[in-house]
């Protein structure tokens, strides 16, 4: 399911055209002036977006939103630290499947160098997240 996530402060301003979101919405979904998409909040509630104007730099949306999701369960996962591009995928599967938590730690069996990847030192493990 396409479901386009947002942010609060990202609701008031337009969308940047490279924004990938903007990205997927003109070129996979194939959306139009008018159309309506699948969309949430981060952390709240989903909704519908609605496309108002296409414009040379920017896309002009609206949001309505449903009621706020129910709780998530209460499921964590203890996971000892794999190779970076099992992590991503992890990551990204995880949190589609509703666990509220993830706990990424080393082992006596981990491969040290597991820990250095640019997934942990930057923002990217938040982006597999959303």
Same mark, same amino acid.
């Given at each position: 399911?396409? /479901?386009? *996530?947002?942010?609060?402060?990202?609701?008031?301003?337009? &969308? %940047?055209?490279?924004?990938?979101?903007?990205?997927?919405?003109?070129?996979?979904?194939?959306? +139009?002036?008018?159309?309506?998409?699948?969309?949430?909040? /981060?952390?709240?509630?989903? =909704?519908? =977006? #609605? *496309?108002?104007? /296409? @414009?040379? !730099?920017?896309?002009?949306?609206?949001? +309505?939103?449903?009621?706020?999701? %129910?709780?998530?369960?209460?499921?964590?996962?203890?996971?000892? &630290?794999?190779?970076? @591009?099992?992590?991503?995928?992890? &990551?990204?599967?995880?949190?589609? #499947?509703?666990?509220?938590? &993830?706990?990424?730690?080393?082992?006596?069996? +981990? !491969?040290?160098?597991?820990?250095?990847?640019? *997934?942990?030192?930057?923002? !990217?493990?938040?982006? @597999?997240?959303?």
């Amino acid at each position: 399911m396409n /479901i386009i *996530l947002f942010s609060v402060d990202e609701m008031v301003r337009p &969308l %940047p055209r490279p924004d990938p979101r903007a990205v997927h919405l003109l070129n996979v979904l194939h959306c +139009s002036t008018g159309d309506s998409f699948d969309a949430g909040l /981060i952390n709240g509630p989903r =909704g519908r =977006g #609605l *496309l108002v104007a /296409i @414009q040379e !730099e920017n896309l002009i949306l609206n949001f +309505s939103w449903g009621n706020p999701p %129910p709780p998530a369960d209460d499921l964590a996962l203890l996971l000892g &630290l794999p190779r970076p @591009q099992t992590a991503r995928d992890i &990551l990204r599967d995880a949190t589609t #499947l509703g666990v509220a938590a &993830l706990h990424f730690v080393r082992t006596g069996r +981990s !491969e040290p160098s597991y820990a250095n990847s640019t *997934l942990w030192r930057g923002d !990217e493990w938040h982006r @597999q997240l959303l």
